[in-house]
């Protein structure tokens, strides 16, 4: 399995931005789909999944009411839209897919099998 983020680039704050994960090879019958972020000097944290069964969406607080996760089907492409972007945004984000599915551990690192090589979106003040 692959994915390709991109999508990353240079922000004020208040703008938005749209990454995009293109998943290929093996196909899931049970997946999460997620991305992460990494900012400077700190650990990887949860940022937003969606659930392959049913759609449901889940988010760290810290975005809630401002990002996005979606998944196109007919592209195999994971999105998340980012608006109302704060300087706290910036990291580097990183899609990810779990192939089990298991909803208890949806917002942990260690439930992804598959990451992408991360995209760099910086929010300026």
């Known amino acids: 399995v692959q994915l390709q983020a991109s999508g990353g680039g240079l922000v004020q704050a208040g703008g938005s931005l749209r990454l995009s994960c293109a998943v290929s090879g093996r196909t899931f019958s049970r997946v999460h789909v997620a991305w992460f972020r990494q900012a400077p000097g700190k650990d990887r944290e949860f940022t937003a999944a969606l659930r392959w069964r049913g759609g449901s969406t889940y988010y760290a607080d810290s975005v809630k009411g401002r990002f ?32 089990n599915g298991i909803l208890s551990s949806i917002s942990s690192n260690e439930a992804y099998d598959y990451w992408g090589q991360g995209t760099l979106v910086t929010v300026s003040s």
């Open 68 to 99: 996005t996760i979606s998944w196109d089907n007919a592209k195999n492409t994971a999105y998340l839209q980012m608006n109302s972007l704060k300087p706290e945004d910036t990291a580097i984000y990183y899609c990810a897919v779990d192939p």
